[in-house]
């Protein structure tokens, strides 16, 4: 399944870049993202509330990014899994300059299994991109300082002095301070990238929609 | 005596269950499975450019979202044939351009109302939400609505259909335009009939349930025949035919509409419990029914007939254009029938029909009751009446000059019927049933109560229609029946029921051929775990098939019970009679010691057991009484169980008939038409059940007064159906249904073994042509086209030089 899609974020590409590749951004900006735990270099271990009605679940996920171009471009390689089913993707996104703002392209490559493999490519990819929207604009409000909260609350939550990325460093996401649209249950994506960002988009496919009330 | 149950005014079994509210319907079952809504199409033809589902994405229990592209990827990813058009059903050598629709639209749509989308939710509320949300981009193509758009074919439905014309077909018996040509008169005619539809009160409905541990497959499906809903479900998800079964619950009606399979409704209900794992379900809406399943009826037609000074015809020549719109799943059927129906009980001379069945933008037509016979009763009655009018003759002579006579039957007519086999009529006496028909309705008495009613300021007019009609086709049906150790006899047949009162007209059946009381028999259709070979229930067959194959089948477990009660009872098979389900030695008094046996301790003895799980089984086992040595316990040849199963296979249809005489008024000022009295002929053979053969006539009496007089299809100019509702589509109530006075003449079939012809679609076969002799009559003014409305009537009034009164 191939999802694809852009996002025009109101930052350099030097600062999506680095937001795409800082866990404690990541873990508050990704839809449904419980936690973030770095595996080493470039690979994280996440776990992404996410689905709705039969496939509703809480997924396990891993990503790594690779083929960095810093800061145009880097593949994202996720993978997930859950109750509902499994969800692996490749995402090639690539980041360009346009005026003092970046145009976030990607392009994902998807494979299902189980009950989300039976939902509909179009539900699939819907979910996938509205996830991946939210993800960015999530991302956007971090960037631009209108939810400043989200990186403030996003402590690792084992000391890790060093870089946040450091090998067993876990990110929770803020209970209270998911910025707006970041409700949880809306899922998504799976994969996300760490970095990416696209998380969302990637992996596309959880699916999920919320509940109501 | 047993009583005697066949040709008895037998109480239906079935009713007391289905007028308390006790049906078990589609809808009433899976009560935990999900459901299904479908984004149809809004128009006639257009491209599907784009689908966006995001905003459905919200709607809170979605679970599932398909488009052609999902069948697609299924196809590929698992084998399935689910992207694949839907079946042509009946294939036909003239049936050149035959083209179905795939179960949701893959990049055209070509009626409003076709399938483009399927949402499935933990309920249909959800699913309708989510339906509504999900947009779907169209290019508009020019829509061909109607018969001058298809016949012109300025614009074509199909690229790859040259002309609109699925097919063309021609039949006859000679050169019927040089008879014509040869007669001392001849004349012409334009007719043609308007749409309707089978409008069961229950619309269509699927429930599926995969086992995945099993790796089975259950559907239930509103439908005429299970059996092959089974055989389709299993060919289009890839799945061995052994892991499918389909179940057919109560059905509120079918008519005709439910015998097409599979349905896109049927293949896509089944695949998605399949993928998703769960139960779904998909009941239809009225609108949908009204949009997305079938209509029938629409026509035109050109006649040419040539005949001699007593009205006698020489040569008949038909072109009947059919419009089967939108797709051909169920091919040329209803115009075959129209073609040879048409003739009905008359020897036309030198016979030519050619029809072409052509395509148009407006959703697809599969027989309706009756099934071509109306349309092609009107051509033909409308024509007897036309030579009547110009030899100023009576119009019961000159149908009484054209009759088949009974000593000529068989008559072999020279034409192929629908079942590909000759069309030759097995029975009728059409003179006596004319005369019934004359007496009943007191034709030689209409004039003078014609000048009664003038004088007192009303009009009246009088009509007649007759019609042959092929029933019971094949190629066959079968049944099974056990008798168990309690005596209870269990009966299936394959086909299914919708209402008409099977199992009461079975058990009858099964009752006489056995010996065994109504109250003991249990009947069970259209379940294929209970029998796998069926056909189904269309044509007025059940009787003629079923009934024929359950006598077949009684008959070899009598024949099983009496031999082994033979040896029980030490005497010969030819001393022993079953009555009341006792066997016993003809001559003796019932419950004679040593001189009888029940047939429920035969079953017992039937199934030699090692094991006596209760006081019954006793005695079949191994140390219950002394056996020969020398023979196995299941001797060869012989099977456990008192039960057997047999089949009815005719080498073509038998051939009912009736006549119809109405009498209607006209108001002169609205010309509002009122049926005043409506009798009915009727030879159906052998009576299984005559208060259930005239219920089958009332109803079809209904339906053919709802499309003489009020019911039809209001398509506009953009394929848009304009009385999709039950409130704006007219059908009769109990208000404009006339009483139905009914006489019988019985002339029994000798092509089975029970005597009987079909009865289910009789009573609606000649409404239209009765009925709009009789308003012929009444105005003196020629009526050309059905179903006629007030209004029309009024404006023909106008056009004929009449002032409004």
Known sequence: MKISGTSTLTADRAAVYRALNDPAVLVATIPGCRRLEALGEDAYKMTVAAGVGSIKGVYDGEVRLTDHVEPSRFTLKAQGAGAPGTIGADVLVTLEEDGGRTVLSYEADAVVGGMIGGVGQRMLTGVSKKMADEFFRNVDAVLSGAAPSALGGAEPAVPQPAAGTAPGSVFTAPAAAAPAGAQPGFVVGVAVGAAAALVGAIVGGWIASRRRG | ?805
Not at chain 2, 227 to 232: E, F
């Open chain 2, 1 to 805: 005596m047993t009583t005697k149950l066949f040709g008895e005014r037998v109480l239906r079994a079935e009713d007391p269950r289905l007028v308390t509210g006790n049906g078990r319907y589609l809808d009433d079952l899976g009560h935990d499975a999900l459901e299904v809504a479908f984004v149809r199409s809004p128009h006639a033809h257009a491209r599907v450019v784009d689908i966006d589902v995001t905003e459905a994405l919200d709607v809170d229990g979605l679970v599932a979202i398909y488009t052609y592209d999902d069948l697609l990827a299924d196809s590929e990813d698992h084998g399935t044939r689910v992207a694949e058009p839907l079946p042509l059903l009946i294939p036909h050598p003239t049936l050149t351009h035959g083209r179905t629709q795939h179960a949701l639209a893959r990049d055209e749509v070509n009626y409003v109302g076709e399938a483009v989308v399927m949402v499935v939710a933990g309920t249909r509320y959800a699913a309708e939400d989510a339906a509504e949300r999900i947009r779907v981009d169209y290019d508009f193509l020019p829509a061909v609505v109607g018969i001058e758009a298809a016949r012109t074919a300025a614009h074509l439905v199909h690229d790859d259909v040259p002309g609109n014309v699925a097919a063309r077909m021609v039949q006859e018996t000679g050169d019927a335009d040089a008879a014509i040509d040869a007669a001392p008169h001849s004349l012409e005619l334009e007719l043609s009939i308007e749409r309707s539809a089978s409008m069961p009160m229950e619309g269509k409905g699927v429930l599926a349930s995969w086992d995945a541990d099993d790796e089975s497959l259950t559907v239930h499906t509103s439908t005429q025949t299970s059996t092959s809903v089974r055989q389709a479900v299993a060919a289009k998800l890839a799945l061995p035919v052994d892991r499918v079964d389909v179940v057919t619950p109560d059905v509120g009606g079918g008519f005709g509409v439910k015998i097409v399979h599979p349905w896109p409704e049927e293949v896509l209900v089944p695949w998605a419990a399949l993928r998703l794992g769960r139960p779904v379900k998909w009941t239809e809406d009225r609108r949908e029914h009204f949009v997305s399943s079938a209509h029938e009826r629409a026509q035109l037609h050109q006649v040419r007939v040539g005949y001699d000074d007593d009205g006698r015809l020489l040569g008949l020549s038909v072109r009947v254009w059919h419009y089967h719109d939108a797709y051909i799943p169920y091919g040329l059927i209803v115009p075959i029938i129209t073609s040879t129906q048409l003739l009905g009980p008359y020897k036309p001379g030198v016979y030519r029909v050619e029809f072409e069945s052509l395509y148009t933008n407006t959703v697809i037509v599969t027989p309706y009751r009756g099934a071509g016979r109306p349309q092609g009763c009107f051509v033909m009655e409308r024509t007897m009446d036309a030579i009547a009018a110009d030899l100023g003759l009576d119009r019961s002579v000159v149908r009484e000059r054209n009759f088949i006579q009974p000593g000529e039957m068989p008559f072999d007519q020279g034409l192929v019927f629908q079942d590909g086999r000759p069309l030759i009529y097995d029975s009728g006496d059409f003179p006596a049933s004319l005369d019934k028909l004359r007496k009943l309705v007191g034709w030689d008495d209409f004039e003078a109560y014609r000048e009664v009613a003038r004088a007192a300021g009303r009009r009246v007019g009088i009509g007649i229609a007759c019609y042959v009609e092929g029933t019971g086709v094949g190629p066959y049906e079968g049944g099974h029946i056990r008798v168990e150790t309690d005596g209870t006899v269990v009966v299936s047949t394959g086909l299914t029921t919708q209402g008409q009162g099977h199992q009461t007209m079975l058990a009858q059946i099964v009752g006489d051929e056995l010996g065994v009381p109504f109250e003991r028999i249990r009947v069970t259709t259209g379940d294929t775990r209970r029998f796998k070979y069926a056909v189904g229930t269309f044509a007025s067959r059940t009787a003629v098939m079923s009934g024929s194959a359950v006598a077949l089948t009684a008959r070899t477990v009598r024949e099983k019970a009496l031999r082994i009660a033979a040896q029980a009872l030490e005497a010969s098979v030819e001393d022993l009679e079953i009555v009341d389900g006792d066997v016993r030695v003809k001559g003796t008094a019932p419950g004679q010691q040593g001189a009888h046996i029940d047939l429920g301790a035969v079953a017992v003895l039937s199934n030699p057991l090692r094991y006596a799980f209760d006081e019954a089984a006793r005695r079949a086992t191994q140390f219950a009484a002394p056996a020969d040595p020398d023979k196995p316990p299941v001797e060869a040849g012989e099977h456990p169980g008192l039960e057997g199963t047999d089949f009815y296979s005719p080498t073509r249809s038998t051939f009912a008939n009736g006549m119809h005489a109405v009498i209607v008024e006209t108001d002169p000022d609205t010309a509002d038409v009122k049926v005043l009295r409506y009798c009915v002929v009727h030879d159906c053979g052998t009576l299984i059940n005559p208060m259930i053969v005239e219920g089958q006539i009332h109803g079809g009496v209904a339906q053919g007064v709802g499309g003489a007089l009020y019911e039809r299809m209001e398509y506009d100019a953009s394929g848009q159906l304009l009385n999709a509702s039950f409130m704006d589509f007219l059908m009769p109530y109990a208000s404009e249904v006339p009483e139905v006075e009914i006489d019988h003449l019985v002339t029994p079939s000798p092509l089975n073994p029970l005597g009987v012809k079909g009865a289910g679609e009789a009573g609606v076969i000649p409404g239209s042509a009765a009925i709009a002799a009789a308003i012929e009559d009444a105005e003196g003014i020629p009526i050309r086209r059905m179903p006629i409305s007030p209004s029309e009537l009024f404006h023909l009034r106008q056009t004929h030089g009449q002032d409004p009164a």
